[in-house]
């Protein structure tokens, strides 16, 4: 099993960047996808969730009209497109998988099966 996240780099703020995560060894279709970050010397902070249909998503409110999740179940893989990033979006940031259609709510690390190492995020001009 893998969740291996891209995309992470250096932006101004203001900018964009679009986040990817490809998944394999699991039924990915059957996955409720999130990602989550987690800002230095800081606890983790879910930003979005995106249901195992790819057809209903939720956002935190700090990031909610700035960021689009989607998914494309042909290429296993979820993304995470951010716009007008800001210097407080700088993180790392994680996608995880869980079959429970309640782990984003619960915002608990212990309700998701897989884990991707994670990207890093920089907004810094």
């Known amino acids: 099993v893998q969740l291996v996240e891209s995309g992470g780099g250096l932006v101004q703020p203001g900018g964009s960047l679009r986040l990817s995560c490809a998944a394999s060894g699991f039924t990915f279709s059957n996955y409720y996808m999130s990602w989550v970050r987690q800002a230095p010397g800081k606890g983790l902070e879910w930003v979005s969730e995106?249901?195992?249909?790819?057809?209903?998503?939720y956002y935190s409110d700090s990031v909610k009209g700035r960021f689009t999740i989607s998914s494309d179940n042909d290429k296993n893989t979820v993304y995470l497109q951010m716009n007008s990033l800001k210097p407080e979006d700088t993180a790392v940031y994680y996608c995880?998988?869980?079959?429970?259609?309640?782990?984003?709510?619960?915002?608990?690390?212990?309700?998701?099966?897989?884990w991707g190492r994670g990207t890093q995020v920089t907004v810094s001009s």
């Open positions: 995880a998988a869980s079959t429970y259609s309640g782990a984003y709510q619960m915002r608990n690390a212990e309700a998701y099966d897989y």
């Open positions: 995106i249901n195992n249909g790819g057809d209903d998503s």
